[in-house]
């Protein structure tokens, strides 16, 4: 198939293609030299210039801030609070121990994981983070409020106090 095509056709096709691919480069890159440089040969050459557009004006004039009222105020806004803002009234030294159970209850909802192997991750947790009894408790307070919309089944704290 390509011995059919003489080399004279193909240099051919090849330069066309390179004028095309750089006529191409220069409109897209230098569009406003090559309209500077038209505008020049039209000068020099009698011909009338091309005419400049008017100035933009605008039609409707300056916003004011007075003329339109407020669609609502600043109070009718709602966030969200921010990720562990719920936290806040547990003790600081159970942050971080709060951080991996929140990781945890996650990865049980996602996964759908039954009581048993929910409550043995659960215990792998208590035995290497959870130095204090204060530590211990602030996790039941909050597997207790945040389980119950997560988990497939029903956490109790018996279920927490018998774990370990």
């Known amino acids: 198939m390509l ?6 056709q193909f240099f051919l096709v090849a330069a066309a293609a390179l004028l095309l691919y750089y006529l191409a480069i220069a ?14 040969t039209y000068l020099r050459t009698g011909l009338p210039a091309p005419r400049q557009s008017p100035p933009q004006a605008s039609m409707m004039g300056a916003a004011s801030a007075e003329a339109v009222p407020p669609l609502f105020t600043a109070g009718d806004l709602q966030v969200a ?13 159970a942050a971080a121990i709060l951080e991996e159970v929140a990781s945890l209850l996650e990865s049980a909802a ?55």
Do not use: C
């Open 3 to 8: 011995s059919d095509i003489p080399w004279s």
């Open 27 to 40: 409109l897209l890159f230098y569009r406003q030299n090559i309209k500077r440089l038209l505008t020049r």
């Open 81 to 93: 609070p921010a990720a562990g803002a719920g936290q806040q009234d547990y003790p600081p030294e």
């Open 110 to 164: 996602e996964e759908r994981m039954d009581k048993a192997e929910f409550l043995s991750l659960l215990r792998l947790l208590d035995e290497r983070h959870m130095p204090t009894e204060a530590g211990s408790q602030a996790v039941q307070r909050f597997l207790l409020e945040q389980g119950a919309g997560k988990l497939s089944f029903p956490l109790t704290a018996a279920d927490l106090t018998e774990r370990g």
